[in-house]
């Protein structure tokens, strides 16, 4: 069974890692932003997907509320039923 690598030795390696990694990254977006400097539009999808905003999904409609008047009869109390099966009253 071979015999686990020192501490530092271990260290320098990752570090050599991240390193490289870092250099990789860097290299692979900035070649990306070089190839699409002359369209603006593609630059600017990639400067969004670089720093992590991706494209905002569309929001959801608001809904319309329901009138409550129509429930009413004459001011008199009006048991409605609830969205979940309860009965709730209205004035």
């Not at 690598?5 to 890692?17: G, M, Q, V």
């Not at 699409?36 to 905002?56: C, I, K, Y």
């Not at 009869?73 to 099966?85: A, C, E, H, K, N």
Request: charged share 25%; net charge positive.
């Amino acid at each position: 069974m071979p015999l686990p690598l020192p501490i530092s030795a271990w260290t320098a390696e990752r570090r050599a890692y991240l390193a490289l990694r870092r250099q990789k990254y860097e290299a692979f977006w900035r070649e990306r932003v070089d190839a699409e400097r002359p369209n603006p539009r593609h630059l600017w999808r990639s400067v969004d997907t670089l720093l992590g905003r991706g494209r905002v999904p569309p929001s959801e409609p608001t809904p319309t509320p329901t009138p409550v008047h129509g429930h009413l009869s004459g001011g008199s109390l009006v048991r409605v039923p609830d969205t979940i099966g309860r009965s709730v009253l209205i004035l």
